[in-house]
């Protein structure tokens, strides 16, 4: 149960707070009304008007006690901490206090703790409160013991008594001691109407952990029977009650339907991003969870209920497979008007969708929202946890290593996996001295062995792929320190293909470290590398490779590139194109050597991409013309699209294919439509572009949906939304043509962008039969068209007989 806490004992401390002198001023007396009325938001800007001004210090004093102790009241624990930094309050028994009150609202539990022991053994008229203060940090710090033994103290106390004993009581709950805790409600003589709701709560919870989940059913349907004079906290803990005897049970679907109708009727309860936590739990427990109940929050305009029933819909549909629809309910959720630290975890969350669904510089930015909500610390950590990945996955390593070394830096649980990282990313971008030093600080620091071992292989094998001479001590090294690592294999791999690789080919010492590999129980990964090695062993002769060890070696290079080991790869491709310069297989070899290069997105293999793909120019062979629209690409991620546009026109002009003029066709509407950020005229030259490139009778009906979008996208920005509808409709009513399948990635973009323009200007009609026509197509993104349909059936009383 969450305990009543800070502002129960901020009530019982009150009378604690005397002003020093009772004619002090009208204003003080004022504020004091504001504070007992239940504002103390009004009374904190009258404090601090008040406190500005040129008081003699005993007044200024006891103003400022009277403003943190309203500080405090009001939410605003961070402001109390600057004020009572002050010198000449900051020693004294209540500014100790209201310090400690403040660091515990901010969940600053190890900070508040020293405070509050220093009270207890003071003489102050804060000293029993501060005893209580301790406890409830103890049990925040886990410490539950030392804070039961805080608690036993109070527990005659005439003040602190009852409330010190629920406490203990809640304890020995936690604790599972379930004798104890009935022992001492038993004795319980709770005088108040919330005490002795909680006393039920906690009994409750009693006959939870000893197994008897009816019984705790009935007393906690008590206490919703007749929830008046209840405090929220136990209201809520009776709640959760009901939903954990249910959980037990295993009739999780009954327990949702009272936290539902809960939160059907509270939809601006403070709780609710732990009542739609706990409801979560309840819909992962079922079998087939109904959607119902969030698909009508998710329509109702009450806020912030409809921002967190977003959020957890979009979980249900990421269970179930909905990716588009999840996104579009997360993506919702990140445009809300409701800017609180409480959607954080939601926006998190949504970063994590993306990062796994590769979309990289989408969570990067989802993260920097988050951000922007001031998170506590902790998630902050985490946040700029995850942004660090998504670059470091974005191939950004520069970027994402200096973000991992500083969270490295943080008293953190992420700190030993950024540390991990960091080292990681300096072997990326091929810096061995600060990999060295991360790494000895991560073995210093008490790093896992896995993750040592995994830093030293790694290591190794990208030194093999840059050709650095340091390659072999590096992977011997790792096979002296890690003998035991399951991943030994692959250094013994490793240490066979630099072998073999070398200027004068040591076969007998790479069939040795092939043999080794094989004795090392070898991974997937080094099996089957090993496997192609052994044939190009046995198959070299007299300085020369066959025919079918060339096929072979394109194959691993190929294999290299499907898994994303771009460097791998890349080398493979350019050994094949400098060693066979006049095979047939020369100019695929050096066409997917440069796109490994420019799939490693960094700015020098970017360079060195834009060479190589220069070089299969220079062959003039069938792959010339992919080539320099592939070196268009680059320059385009290089910043330089006058040198792009130029590769278009030359491909534009030249001999080659359809094929390739399409590509070029497109890119050059891409590069105007971007340009017409700065420069809208720019718009109506991409739009020729579009236009020239959809006339295309002999194009497929892929580059024409795609070239009508991108010319609706043009028109939108143009301020020509009617244009915009028009040729967005156009792609849905374009049947395919023979022998061809309907397209669908740009039919539905096209469709729910027509839909979009359609709902923003209320045409709630219009947008139903665009969304039908989606629905009925029956693709990827149909059950999003059809949730989003009903939606509108819904609230705009739309349904047909």
Same mark, same amino acid.
């Given at each position: 149960?969450?305990?009543?806490?800070?502002?129960?004992?901020?009530?019982?401390?009150?009378?604690?707070?005397?002003?020093?002198?009772?004619? !002090?001023?009208?204003?003080?007396?004022?504020?004091?009304?504001?504070?007992?009325?239940?504002?103390?938001?009004?009374?904190?800007?009258?404090?601090?008007?008040?406190?500005?001004?040129?008081?003699?210090?005993?007044?200024?004093?006891?103003? +400022?006690?009277?403003?943190?102790?309203?500080?405090?009241?009001?939410?605003?624990?961070?402001?109390?901490?600057?004020?009572? %930094?002050?010198?000449?309050?900051?020693?004294?028994?209540?500014?100790?206090?209201?310090?400690?009150?403040?660091?515990?609202?901010?969940?600053?539990?190890?900070?508040?703790?020293?405070?509050?022991?220093?009270?207890?053994?003071?003489?102050?008229?804060?000293?029993?409160?501060?005893?209580?203060?301790?406890?409830?940090?103890?049990?925040?710090?886990?410490?539950?013991?030392?804070?039961?033994?805080?608690?036993?103290?109070?527990?005659?106390?005439?003040?602190?008594?009852?409330?010190?004993?629920?406490? +203990?009581?809640?304890?020995?709950?936690?604790?599972?001691?379930?004798?104890?805790?009935?022992?001492? &409600?038993?004795?319980?003589?709770?005088?108040?109407?919330?005490?002795?709701?909680?006393?039920?709560?906690?009994?409750?919870?009693?006959?939870?952990?000893?197994?008897?989940?009816?019984?705790?059913?009935?007393? !906690?349907?008590?206490? $919703?029977?007749?929830?008046?004079?209840?405090?929220? =906290?136990?209201?809520?803990?009776? &709640? *959760?009650?009901?939903?954990?005897?249910?959980?037990?049970?295993?009739?999780?679907?009954?327990?949702?339907?009272?936290?539902? #109708?809960?939160?059907?009727?509270?939809?601006?309860?403070?709780?609710?991003?732990? &009542?739609?936590?706990? /409801?979560?739990?309840?819909?992962?427990?079922?079998?087939?969870?109904?959607?119902?109940?969030?698909?009508?929050?998710? #329509?109702?305009?009450?806020? =912030?209920?409809?921002? *967190?029933?977003?959020?957890?819909?979009?979980?249900?549909?990421?269970?179930?497979?909905?990716? @588009?629809?999840?996104?579009?309910?997360?993506?919702?959720?990140?445009?809300?008007?409701?800017?609180?630290?409480?959607?954080?975890?939601?926006?998190?969350? *949504?970063?994590?969708?993306?990062?796994?669904?590769?979309?990289?510089?989408?969570?990067?930015?989802?993260?920097?929202?988050?951000?922007?909500?001031?998170?506590? =610390?902790?998630?902050? %950590? #985490?946040?700029?946890? /995850?942004?660090?990945?998504?670059?470091?996955?974005?191939?950004?390593?520069?970027?994402?290593?200096?973000?991992?070394?500083?969270?490295?830096?943080?008293?953190?649980?992420?700190?030993?996996?950024?540390? !991990?990282?960091?080292?990681?990313?300096?072997?990326?971008?091929?810096?061995?001295?600060?990999?060295?030093?991360?790494?000895?600080?991560?073995?210093?620091?008490?790093?896992?062995?896995?993750?040592?071992?995994?830093?030293?292989?790694?290591?190794?094998?990208?030194?093999?792929?840059?050709?650095?001479?340091?390659?072999?001590?590096?992977?011997?090294?790792?096979?002296?320190?890690? =003998?035991?690592?399951?991943?030994?294999?692959?250094?013994?791999?490793? $240490?066979?293909?630099?072998?073999?690789?070398?200027?004068?080919?040591?076969?007998?010492?790479?069939?040795?470290?092939?043999?080794?590999?094989?004795?090392?129980?070898?991974?997937?990964?080094?099996?089957?590398?090993?496997?192609? /090695?052994?044939?190009?062993?046995?198959?070299?002769?007299?300085?020369?490779?066959?025919?079918?060890?060339?096929?072979?070696?394109?194959?691993?290079?190929?294999?290299?590139?499907?898994?994303?080991?771009? +460097?791998?790869?890349?080398?493979?491709?350019?050994?094949? +194109?400098?060693?066979?310069?006049?095979?047939?297989?020369?100019?695929?070899?050096?066409?997917?050597?440069?796109?490994?290069?420019?799939?490693?997105?960094?700015?020098?293999?970017?360079?060195?991409?834009?060479?190589?793909?220069?070089?299969?120019?220079?062959?003039?062979?069938?792959?010339?013309?992919?080539?320099?629209?592939?070196?268009?690409?680059?320059?385009?991620?290089?910043?330089?699209?006058?040198?792009?546009?130029?590769?278009?026109?030359?491909?534009?002009?030249?001999?080659?294919?359809?094929?390739?003029?399409?590509?070029?066709?497109?890119?050059?509407?891409?590069?105007?439509?971007?340009?017409?950020?700065?420069?809208?005229?720019?718009?109506?030259?991409?739009?020729?572009?579009?236009?020239?490139?959809?006339?295309?009778? @002999?194009?497929?009906?892929?580059?024409?949906?795609?070239?009508?979008?991108?010319?609706?996208?043009?028109?939108?920005?143009?301020?020509?939304?009617?244009?915009?509808?028009?040729?967005?409709?156009?792609?849905?009513?374009?049947?395919?043509?023979?022998?061809?399948?309907?397209?669908?990635?740009?039919?539905?973009?096209?469709?729910?962008?027509?839909?979009?323009? $359609?709902?923003?200007?209320?045409?709630?009609?219009?947008?139903?039969?665009?969304?039908?026509?989606?629905?009925?197509?029956?693709?990827?993104?149909?059950?999003?068209?059809?949730?989003?349909?009903?939606?509108?059936?819904?609230?705009? !009383? &739309?349904?047909?007989?």
């Amino acid at each position: 149960m969450r305990h009543i806490g800070h502002l129960g004992l901020i009530c019982l401390v009150a009378a604690l707070s005397p002003v020093a002198r009772a004619d !002090f001023s009208v204003e003080i007396a004022e504020a004091g009304t504001s504070f007992s009325e239940g504002v103390p938001e009004v009374a904190v800007v009258r404090l601090q008007s008040l406190l500005n001004k040129n008081l003699p210090e005993p007044q200024w004093r006891a103003v +400022a006690e009277k403003l943190a102790e309203a500080q405090v009241a009001a939410n605003e624990p961070a402001a109390t901490l600057v004020l009572l %930094t002050d010198a000449r309050v900051r020693d004294l028994p209540w500014a100790k206090f209201w310090r400690a009150q403040a660091l515990a609202t901010l969940h600053r539990w190890a900070d508040a703790l020293p405070l509050y022991e220093e009270l207890t053994n003071d003489s102050s008229p804060f000293q029993r409160a501060a005893v209580f203060g301790a406890g409830d940090t103890l049990r925040a710090l886990g410490k539950r013991q030392e804070a039961l033994t805080k608690f036993i103290l109070l527990a005659h106390d005439k003040e602190w008594g009852t409330r010190a004993q629920l406490r +203990a009581a809640e304890l020995h709950i936690e604790l599972g001691n379930a004798l104890e805790a009935r022992r001492l &409600l038993e004795q319980l003589q709770p005088l108040s109407v919330a005490e002795r709701r909680e006393r039920r709560v906690l009994r409750g919870r009693l006959e939870l952990i000893s197994h008897r989940p009816e019984r705790a059913i009935e007393m !906690f349907q008590a206490i $919703l029977k007749r929830p008046e004079g209840t405090p929220h =906290p136990v209201l809520l803990a009776a &709640l *959760f009650g009901i939903a954990e005897a249910h959980l037990q049970l295993k009739t999780p679907e009954t327990g949702d339907d009272v936290l539902e #109708r809960f939160t059907d009727r509270n939809h601006a309860d403070p709780d609710l991003p732990l &009542l739609f936590a706990k /409801l979560d739990e309840l819909y992962r427990a079922e079998h087939k969870p109904s959607r119902n109940e969030l698909e009508k929050w998710v #329509r109702r305009p009450e806020q =912030p209920g409809r921002t *967190f029933a977003r959020w957890y819909l979009a979980r249900l549909e990421i269970r179930a497979g909905r990716k @588009e629809r999840a996104r579009q309910l997360f993506t919702d959720v990140r445009n809300t008007e409701i800017k609180t630290p409480a959607i954080t975890p939601a926006l998190v969350e *949504f970063a994590e969708f993306e990062i796994n669904d590769g979309r990289f510089d989408e969570a990067i930015a989802i993260l920097d929202d988050a951000r922007l909500l001031r998170p506590e =610390p902790t998630l902050l %950590t #985490r946040i700029d946890f /995850l942004s660090a990945q998504a670059q470091y996955l974005a191939r950004r390593f520069d970027t994402a290593t200096a973000a991992f070394e500083q969270i490295a830096q943080r008293d953190s649980r992420w700190a030993k996996a950024a540390l !991990f990282n960091a080292s990681s990313g300096w072997l990326q971008v091929g810096n061995h001295t600060r990999f060295i030093a991360d790494y000895n600080q991560l073995e210093e620091q008490g790093g896992d062995e896995q993750s040592r071992a995994d830093l030293q292989l790694e290591e190794g094998l990208m030194q093999a792929a840059k050709g650095d001479k340091k390659a072999a001590a590096s992977l011997q090294r790792f096979i002296h320190d890690f =003998p035991k690592n399951p991943r030994v294999s692959e250094a013994w791999v490793g $240490l066979a293909e630099l072998a073999f690789h070398s200027s004068s080919p040591r076969l007998d010492e790479a069939r040795k470290d092939l043999d080794n590999a094989v004795d090392s129980r070898p991974t997937a990964a080094a099996a089957e590398r090993a496997d192609y /090695l052994r044939i190009w062993v046995e198959e070299a002769g007299g300085g020369n490779e066959s025919q079918f060890a060339r096929e072979v070696r394109m194959k691993l290079a190929e294999l290299y590139y499907r898994r994303q080991d771009f +460097a791998n790869a890349q080398t493979q491709f350019e050994i094949i +194109a400098q060693e066979n310069p006049n095979d047939p297989l020369a100019e695929k070899a050096l066409f997917f050597a440069a796109e490994s290069a420019m799939s490693s997105m960094s700015e020098h293999t970017l360079d060195r991409a834009l060479v190589l793909f220069d070089q299969v120019v220079q062959k003039k062979g069938a792959m010339r013309w992919a080539a320099r629209n592939e070196q268009a690409v680059i320059e385009r991620k290089l910043g330089k699209p006058k040198d792009a546009l130029a590769l278009y026109d030359e491909v534009l002009k030249s001999d080659t294919g359809a094929s390739e003029k399409r590509e070029a066709l497109c890119g050059k509407g891409d590069i105007f439509f971007e340009a017409g950020a700065t420069d809208p005229s720019s718009y109506q030259r991409a739009i020729e572009a579009y236009d020239q490139l959809a006339a295309d009778k @002999e194009g497929s009906i892929h580059w024409r949906s795609q070239a009508l979008f991108k010319k609706g996208l043009c028109l939108e920005k143009k301020g020509d939304r009617a244009g915009a509808l028009a040729t967005f409709y156009k792609i849905l009513e374009d049947e395919s043509r023979p022998g061809e399948r309907r397209e669908l990635f740009w039919y539905y973009k096209a469709g729910f962008n027509a839909a979009r323009l $359609l709902e923003e200007d209320a045409k709630w009609e219009s947008a139903v039969a665009i969304y039908d026509k989606l629905v009925a197509a029956g693709g990827s993104r149909s059950e999003e068209a059809k949730a989003r349909l009903n939606n509108i059936r819904l609230e705009h !009383f &739309l349904w047909t007989d």
